[in-house]
């Protein structure tokens, strides 16, 4: 019983922190998995690692061939996609049911996440993604859906790969404070119990960020002569 316990918690802490490496783009797309190092960063035996490798396969963030080796996931457009169309849908539907589900908890924690954020652009790089997703979690989880909380850390999770794309794109350059004011908007109208508007700004404000643009270049990258498409070289 011990041992399952602890083989447990090591795989979970392998995939957690493994899965942190990926999202981020510690390790790259495409990239090999160099599996006995990263046991040994991380302390720990192959086999909690190779299980947490298998939980992030199921996930999509790693590729296994035949031969048991392991690479991160390339992006592509169309899973940028994918993830976009199921977050236009899920995240003005998150913001409707906080507008009328909103605790005085709720509102002071999206109140606090407003103040701490920043342009996204890639002059402020993490810390802006950080406050942008910290205030948009704030705000879904004042839907009060436990269902939809979980998809939308999934989605918002794998989104933020395709963010960072967006960020070396000539639009991360731009001040972007139509979207700092788009967020003050949406926790008026949140704040004021207009479901229906603060769903219609979150679809529009969803359909003008950076995730869009990436899918845009991926898309005109994949149309590219194979030379030319964006894979960073793995290691």
Same mark, same amino acid.
């Given at each position: 019983?011990?041992? %399952?316990? @602890?083989?447990?918690?090591?795989? *979970?802490?392998?995939?957690?922190?493994?899965?942190?490496?990926?999202?981020?783009?510690?390790?790259?797309?495409?990239?090999? =998995?160099?599996?006995?190092?990263?046991?040994?960063?991380?302390?720990?035996?192959?086999?909690?690692?190779?299980?947490?490798? #298998?939980?992030?396969?199921?996930?999509?963030?790693?590729?296994?061939?035949?031969?048991?080796?392991?690479?991160?996931?390339?992006?592509?457009?169309? /899973?940028?996609?994918?993830?976009?169309? @199921?977050?236009?849908?899920? *995240?003005?539907?998150?913001?409707?049911?906080?507008?009328?589900?909103?605790?005085? *908890?709720?509102?002071?924690?999206?109140?606090?996440?407003?103040?701490?954020?920043?342009?996204?652009? #890639? %002059?402020?790089? /993490?810390?802006?993604?950080?406050?942008?997703?910290?205030?948009?979690?704030?705000?879904?989880?004042?839907?009060?859906?436990?269902?939809?909380?979980?998809? =939308?850390?999934?989605?918002?999770?794998?989104?933020?790969?395709?963010?960072?794309?967006?960020?070396?794109?000539?639009?991360?350059?731009?001040? #972007?404070?139509?979207?700092?004011?788009?967020?003050?908007?949406?926790? $008026?109208?949140?704040?004021?119990?207009?479901?229906?508007?603060?769903?219609?700004?979150?679809? *529009?404000?969803? %359909?003008?960020?950076?995730?869009?643009?990436?899918?845009?270049?991926?898309?005109?990258? $994949?149309?590219?002569?194979?030379?030319?498409?964006?894979?960073? %070289?793995?290691?």
């Amino acid at each position: 019983m011990t041992s %399952t316990n @602890v083989f447990s918690s090591k795989s *979970d802490v392998a995939y957690v922190e493994l899965r942190e490496l990926i999202l981020t783009g510690a390790l790259l797309p495409g990239s090999r =998995l160099a599996q006995h190092d990263l046991a040994g960063s991380l302390g720990m035996s192959i086999t909690p690692l190779r299980e947490a490798i #298998r939980r992030l396969s199921s996930e999509g963030l790693v590729d296994l061939d035949a031969h048991r080796d392991a690479r991160v996931a390339r992006m592509s457009a169309t /899973e940028a996609r994918q993830l976009f169309e @199921v977050r236009l849908s899920l *995240d003005p539907s998150a913001a409707e049911l906080a507008a009328t589900r909103r605790t005085d *908890d709720d509102i002071a924690a999206m109140r606090g996440a407003v103040e701490r954020l920043l342009p996204v652009t #890639r %002059t402020w790089g /993490e810390e802006a993604l950080t406050a942008h997703r910290e205030f948009h979690r704030a705000l879904y989880l004042a839907s009060h859906n436990d269902v939809l909380i979980r998809l =939308l850390d999934d989605l918002w999770d794998k989104s933020d790969r395709y963010r960072r794309v967006g960020l070396e794109l000539p639009p991360g350059d731009e001040p #972007r404070t139509r979207d700092l004011d788009e967020h003050h908007q949406l926790l $008026e109208l949140i704040l004021a119990g207009d479901g229906p508007s603060a769903a219609q700004l979150m679809r *529009d404000h969803i %359909t003008r960020s950076l995730t869009a643009s990436a899918i845009n270049a991926l898309e005109q990258r $994949e149309n590219l002569p194979s030379h030319a498409y964006f894979h960073p %070289t793995p290691s």
